[in-house]
């Protein structure tokens, strides 16, 4: 979601427009001391009590003034209501009287404020109408806009007050939660970190997903650390003016600057972020001045002045200039996850707090039957079940509601991300269970397990996540013969389990053909062709005779298959802890290393652990 209410600053035609208002409220002002300076101003009761008294020889009536003699000559101005009744008064009391229609001169300033204001009208207007093209219509917020502020930044500040967010209002995300707590800290208490002369963060990277609560992430942080909030896009800064980002840039530090402590957040920073000189054509001058500025800014915080930490949000980390991740700058990165189920359950409770559903819902149920849904979703599932309940006159929300809910967002979704049906979701369990069931029974040839999910993600329906113990620049036989069988454990589970073939192992075989090539043609493996390398063999022939790239093709087929007769009989002989690896991922979607090696009684592999 995105901000609400923001402080805004007022800019340059802010500031045209207060002097405007000054200026007019001065020359009234002026005007009506000039009045009551006047010898003879006198109050409208003053006035009345003169003419019962029968002081009053004349007076000249023009709509509400009033200019008058005395009976001893003394010239006298008042202010009056204008009742009929006093005529009857001047009548009386023999009051010489006279009526005019107001005049111009009378009202002179009156007019004036009145010009003023058509013109303040005017100007309004025209700035609207420019802010308005410039956004094409979308009302975005934002101060400035339009031609005065172009070079000024379209950041949004929130005021500590207006910021609910704490990190009890995001659910899930556990690790990034855990992460961003130093930040807190710091910023609550600079000094205690200084003292010892520690260098702490002064950026982070959040990196998910769109609406899994990345943004929400960075209010919490802010909100939790009582200090301001300055909102920003990547795409906020790129105007067709060369110079102008840059300038936005530098006029958002100079403003965190002097509100810090506080939190600069930078959404799709890889509007701004992508890698220097790589993008075909031209335009992206405007973009690089722009990231060079960012750079710049962040590389000039002083340790000494109170902190501005910069929180940056992208789902594409892999297109962002490395120069952006250095130390000093964005150098932590914290994953924000698609939440798995149990994830998806807290995500929900959190939402349905503001509702009214009935007590007994099941939303374990709910969450099980959303898969891949993002934060986002979850909350507008939430709110369209509840919308739905509505409409049907209900007092409360009912599991019915949650299922049309979940069934119209789908549809919506399904060129988004996949939906699996059960069957699906089935065979990818079996899939990847299969791939980590390998690396467990070979643990000393392959890269240890770090984590399995079925969670499709992209076009991928599960990933099995494994870890390099340490940079590995040299690999055995052994290990690369390991690796494939790895690699082909996911189709070999799915041939053993459901005996037929679904087309989800593409990228698999590709990497253990990959792997079984090289070991041929690069790395001299095989007694068949000997120790020597064969260059360009890929689909081609490579300048090879026909013989030989018969040999080198018939090499990989016989490794391929050796290895995937191994997984499926490792596989074979380990059917229970299949089985059993296979329903725990069903059922929890996601199972760390840690988790599986208790499930299936297996020693952890704890010299291994990579230091993430
Ligand atoms: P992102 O910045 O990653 O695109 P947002 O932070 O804007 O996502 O999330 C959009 C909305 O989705 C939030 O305002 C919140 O209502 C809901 N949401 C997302 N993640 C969570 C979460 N972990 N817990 C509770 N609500 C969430
Ligand atoms: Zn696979």
Known sequence: MKPKKPFKSFGPMGLFVGIIVAVML??????????????????????????????????????????????????????????????????????????????????????????????????????????????????????????????????????????????????????????????????????????????????ALLVGEPGTGKTLLARAVAGEANCPFFSVSGSDFIEVFVGVGASRVRDLFEQAKKNAPCIVFIDEIDAIGRQRGVSAGGGNEEREQTLNQLLTEMDGFESSKEPVIVLAATNRADVLDKALLRPGRFDRRIEVPVPDLVSRQEILKVHLKKVKAVADLDVKKIARGTPGFTGADLANLVNQATIIASKKNLTEVGMHEFEEARDQIMLGKESKTMILTDEDKKITAYHEAGHALIRLLMPNETDPLHKVTIIPRGRALGVTHFMPEREKYNRTKEELLANIAAALGGRAAEELVFNELSTGAYSDFKAATDTARAMVCHYGMTDALGKRVYLDTYDTKGGYSQKTFEKIDNEITRILDEQYDKAMQMLKDNRDKLNKLSEELLDKETLYASEIYELLGIEPREDLRLVE
């Open 26 to 203: 001065l020359v009234g002002l002026s005007k009506l001391t000039e009045i009551s300076q006047s010898i003879g101003q006198i109050s409208y009761k003053e006035f009345l009590d003169k003419v019962r008294d029968d002081k009053v020889k004349s007076v000249e009536v023009s709509g509400q003034f009033v200019e008058g003699k005395m009976k001893d000559g003394q010239n006298f101005q008042t202010v009056v209501a204008e009742r009929p009744s006093d005529f009857d008064l001047f009548e009386k009391h023999e009051v010489n009287y006279s009526v005019s229609v107001p005049s111009v001169s009378t009202g002179g300033w009156l007019v004036f404020m009145v010009i003023g204001l058509l013109m303040l009208l005017g100007m309004l207007s025209a700035w609207y109408l420019s802010r308005q093209m410039k956004n094409g219509g979308a009302g975005r917020g934002g101060p400035g806009g339009g031609i005065f502020n172009i070079g000024k930044s379209r950041a949004k500040m929130f005021l500590p007050a207006t910021i609910k967010e704490r990190f009890s209002s995001v659910a899930g995300a556990h690790e990034a939660k855990e992460d961003l707590k130093d930040i807190v800290d710091f910023l609550k208490d600079p000094s205690k970190y200084r003292r010892l002369g520690a260098q702490i963060t002064k950026g």
